[in-house]
């Protein structure tokens, strides 16, 4: 892993506000959506992630990610209509899934199996969210000044 790209800081967020747009994104764009002072800071960040391949430019002088590269961080996640959701939230909803269908299929008697499987579902749904708020937590733990 010694060729990791690691980015942090505003770089970091220029990163996340590319990814998360739905269409490809402009510098001005990029500099009203972050706050930045001037649209030069953006364009010097942008520039940081063309150098580092993961982004590309298109035609129209906008920028979309490069597939191709994705960093280590973002790989526990999904990218759902310009929001990065935790792959966790998938195994809670899941495992919540198979808990309501056990729950109105299966008629209650109160034994062994029912109370195995209803702790064994409440505590996978209370760890996969768990771990869940920690993905998505762990974002911003690489938002380190530059």
């Known amino acids: ?9 505003k770089t970091w967020d220029v990163y996340l506000c590319i990814l998360t747009s739905n269409d490809p994104i402009g510098v001005r764009e990029i500099w009203r959506s972050l706050g930045f002072s001037t649209p030069s800071l953006a364009q010097y960040h ?3 992630l063309l150098e580092l391949k993961l982004i590309d430019s298109t035609r129209s ?3 979309v990610t490069n597939e191709t590269e994705k960093l280590e961080a973002l790989r526990s996640f999904l990218s759902l209509r310009g929001m990065l959701i935790p792959r966790m939230v998938v195994y809670a909803a899941l495992m919540f899934g198979i808990l309501v ?4 299929f299966w008629t209650w008697r109160g ?8 702790a064994a579902c409440i505590f996978s749904i ?8 920690k993905q998505y937590r762990g974002l911003s733990t690489w938002k380190k000044q530059d």
């Open 101 to 104: 269908s056990y729950v109105y």
């Open 1 to 9: 892993m010694s060729g990791a790209k690691r980015i942090y800081g």
């Open 126 to 133: 209370a760890a996969f969210s768990f771990e869940a708020i």
């Open 111 to 118: 034994d062994f199996r029912d109370l195995t499987t209803l």
């Open 46 to 48: 942008v520039n940081k």
């Open 61 to 63: 002088g906008k920028y």
